[in-house]
C-alpha cells in the first residue's frame, strides 16, 4: 500500500471540497449558529452492541484495527483505521452536500522485507451515500473500503494498487473498558476525556493480496473504538499510546500524554489478566522510558521506537519489528506520526505482540 491514485494537489483539492459549503447554500440571510458537541461525562454506562456504532453528535470518533500477520515466510504488522470527523459548521443547511460528517481512513503493513511501511488513505464526507458511519452496530466505509460487523465477527475490507486487505476478525474475549468504566481522561481538565473500549486477542483470517497474488493469513489484533469532544488539553504536545496482546492471555494498554516541555502531562492504563480481572493504572503508575530513538530521514522528526514500559509492578522492554514505520498522512489528517508493529519481553523473554503509536515528534497533532 502506499499514498496512490491521487497527487497530493489532488486530494488537498477534494479535502477542501469536503468542507466546502455548496454555493447554494450562502445566499440570503447569515447561516445560524452549529449545534453544540456533545460532551463526554463521567457515569454513562457503555452499551453493547449499540455503542459499538457511530456517535455523530461527538467531535471525532475512531475505530482502530492493529495485529500481526502470519505469512509463509515472514510476519507483517497491518493496521487499519476509520475515523469519523464532524466540523464545526451550519448543520441546519438542507443541502444534501453539506459536509456533516467526514470520513478518513488510513491503512498500513508493515513489512520488514520492505523496511518501510507500504501504505494508503482516503477521505470523503457522508453525501450521496459514497461514505458512512452507522449508528447501533460498527459499519464505516469508504467506497469500497469497510469496517463490518458480520454476526459476532467484524470483517475489513481495504483494496489498494499495491497490496488489499480482506480479514475476519473474532473477538475471544468481553469488551475491555478504559478508564473509569469506559470513561478515559486524557488530562487534568475535566473536557479533556474519551469513551473508550478495547476488543483484545481477536483471532484473525482471511487473505492479504500484494504484488497480483493473494494468500491466506492469519494472527492476532486490537480493536479500539473512541468518541470524544475534545480530546487533547492544548498544554499537551502528542502522546505515546500502546496496546498488546500478551502471549498467556492478558491484555496491556498504556498510554501518556506528553506536554510542551517533552515531559509526562498525564497518563493511564489497563491491564486484564486471563482470568478476567481488570487493573487500571492511575497517572503515576505508567512510565515510557525510552532506550532508543530513530530519526527519519523523510521528516527529520525522532520517535523513540524502543523503550521500557512500567505499568506498575509489571516492567516490559518493547522492541519496534522495524524502525521505519513512520505514516505520513498530511494529504488526509494533516500530521505524520510512527505507528507500527512491536514486540513486548519480559526478563529477556517473549512477552507478547501489539502496536505502538507515536504522535507529535513531528508537531502537535490538530484534532
Known sequence: MRTRLLTRRQMLSRLAGLIAMPAAASAASPPPASAPFAPVVPGYRLRFPHDEGSHPDFRLEWWYITGWLNEATRPLGFQVTFFRARPELNHDNPSRF???????????????????????????????????????????????????????????????????????????????????????????????????????????????????????????AWLDHEWSSQYMDDRAAGWDWLGLNLDDGSALMAFRMRGNDGGRFWAGGAWRDPGGRVRIYNPEEIAFLPSRQWRSPRTGAAYPVACRLRAADLELEIEPLFDDQEHDTRVSTGTIYWEGAVRASRSGRRAGLGYLELTGYWRRPQL
Open 98 to 220: 453539506t459536509p456533516r460528517q467526514i470520513i478518513i481512513a488510513h491503512a498500513a503493513l508493515s513489512d520488514p522485507a520492505l523496511g518501510r511501511l507500504s501504505h494508503a488513505q482516503r477521505a470523503a464526507r457522508t453525501a450521496l451515500g459514497l461514505a458512512g458511519a452507522e449508528e447501533g452496530r460498527t459499519r464505516v466505509w469508504i467506497d469500497d473500503w469497510t469496517l463490518a460487523q458480520e454476526g459476532a465477527a467484524y470483517r475489513c475490507r481495504v483494496t489498494d494498487r499495491d497490496a488489499s486487505l480482506d480479514l475476519v476478525f473474532q473477538p475471544t474475549q468481553a469488551p475491555l473498558l478504559q478508564g473509569e468504566a469506559g470513561f478515559s481522561r486524557k488530562g487534568p481538565r475535566p473536557e479533556s476525556a474519551s469513551y473508550y473500549y478495547s476488543l483484545p486477542h481477536l483471532k484473525v483470517g482471511g487473505t492479504v493480496a500484494r504484488e497480483g497474488k493473494e494468500r491466506p493469513a492469519t494472527g492476532i
